[in-house]
DNA sequence: CGCTTAGTTGACTCTTCTCAAAAGCAGTGG
DNA sequence: CCACTGCTTTTGAGAAGAGTCAACTAAGCG
């Protein structure tokens, strides 16, 4: 039996147990249904678009990214951090209609299509929570619709920060008010619609204004009330019954 | 039994056989689930944000929308024409975080939660053609997403009036390179991103530029190829195996 | 026939993009 | 240890796209 701490599957289970807790059964078939892990660097992908998907990727270290290339820039739809899977949905579609790429160095357990689907058959209560899961993507996506669709550049990217905070301590991966970021700023440019230069000019007034503190990749919020405010921020599409201990229980 | 025609299940049906064709038995399953049906006027919400999600909602009629407001100004966030189904996936949130809207007039099916759960426990094929419409789904608001981040707005809403041509025809609600579009400028605006105004603008120019016939709710599109050209419209992200035919079985 | 909502047009402002270039930083190989 | 290289961050100036405000027209409805 592992240690809580070497589980490749503890951020996953942080992340369901804010659905529902889990016995110490379920995290076993959980733990147990991953087949390999493997490395990638920044910038590799994990799954490329137009391929049959055949596995399932849990994202066990790291940032990666899905993202399409449209006219030769790029879109980053969405972020996976430690606990996320990243394509446990698309076993019904016949090709991926977008890429999976690490944004920073990752560590990715795969899991057999197989094994999910018995999961799913056999672990009723495991089915939901990963449904649940799903449909909180889901519902991220939407609001990161909205943000492109709606909030000034500033706004888009104070929310954002305020989501990644959250989400980072849903997986007990925060200190306090800061989490680490792995990103260049163009990435961040990329997944927020805008140019790399005017992510910095938005980056540099959030610095002025002492909203954060961002260098070496970590991020830091002075005062996240006030940040959340200015981005209208409103957690409630991240669908947690209570929302994560400010102070995560790792790192 | 029904014709065919009055069925309320008509276009759904029509939708998941893109996926897979269903038996006689199947269609009668999904005809059989719906419990009562109902009218909504334009503006009309058929479900609202923070409301628990009790039962299923299948458009027979009109277009119905997905949406939140922020700050006073409302974003879109999808289109649902006949044969969509406005909330299949959410009976495991506690509640929505979102509405749903009726963007015309709009006649709307209802199924009963546990007829659905019943569906997708006993009718393994059912549930799989289901699962693969709310995957579309997703993959259709991962575009929607692109497009706001990385297409300016005449592309933008050039690529909508492709997709909603394609969506029409697959649910046979077009004619030739034609289909009812029931929206108001303002309504496109709000899904677009962009102010009615702006929105006006460009339709204006899609028109002088030929692109375009858009008159009393009906876009017709003079050169499809073109068009989707000058959109990047790729429309593997529809997930349809055979593209639908040019010409609409109906209207 | 007046009322309301949707569509249209113009002038002006502001956000964001583009192009261009410098400065910082990390890794590489000599 | 240092020059070289590639990538990221930063800065500046001008251009373009999209928003705002204001008004006017057209169309549907009671």
Same mark, same amino acid.
């Given at each position: 039996? @592992?240690?809580?701490?070497e589980?490749?599957?503890?951020a ?6 804010? &659905?529902?807790?889990?016995? /110490? ?16 660097? /920044? ?15 849990l ?20 972020y ?22 690490a944004?920073s160095?990752c ?5 057999? $299509? ?9 672990q009723k209560?495991?089915?939901? /929570?990963l449904?649940w899961?799903t449909?909180v ?11 492109? %669709?709606?909030?000034?550049? $500033? ?12 989400r980072?301590?849903?997986v007990?991966?925060n ?13 961040? %440019? ?5 140019? /790399?230069?005017?992510m ?7 610095? $002025? ?12 919020? @002075?005062?996240?009330? $006030? ?5 209208? &921020? ?18």
């Amino acid at each position: 039996l @592992l240690l809580n701490e070497e589980r490749r599957t503890r951020a996953l289970v942080a992340k369901l147990e804010h &659905f529902s807790k889990l016995s /110490a059964e379920e995290k076993e078939v959980l733990e147990n249904a991953i087949s390999r892990v493997e490395q990638y660097a /920044a910038g590799e992908d994990i799954v490329r678009e137009g391929q049959r998907p055949e596995s399932v990727h849990l994202l066990v270290a790291g940032w990666a990214g899905r993202y399409k290339v449209v006219d030769g820039s790029r879109c980053i739809m969405a972020y996976m951090i430690p606990g996320d899977l990243c394509d446990i949905q698309i076993t019904l579609l016949s090709r991926m209609d977008h890429s999976i790429g690490a944004l920073s160095a990752c560590t990715v357990a795969t899991i057999p $299509r197989e094994r999910i689907t018995s999961i799913r058959d056999n672990q009723k209560h495991l089915d939901r /929570a990963l449904s649940w899961s799903t449909l909180v993507d889901e519902a991220i996506l939407r609001e990161w619709l909205v943000s492109l %669709a709606l909030r000034p550049a $500033r706004k888009r990217v104070a929310h954002l920060i305020c989501e990644m905070l959250i989400r980072s301590r849903t997986v007990g991966l925060n200190e306090e008010n800061s989490f680490h970021l792995p990103l260049t700023q163009i990435q961040i %440019a990329d997944t927020m619609g805008m140019t /790399a230069i005017h992510m910095n000019r938005v980056l540099q007034r959030l610095r $002025r204004t002492g909203a954060i503190i961002f260098d070496s990749h970590r991020m830091r919020i @002075l005062d996240f009330d $006030r940040l959340a405010i200015e981005a209208e &921020f409103d957690p409630t599409y991240l669908h947690l019954e209570k929302l994560p201990l400010r102070r995560g229980s790792a790192n």
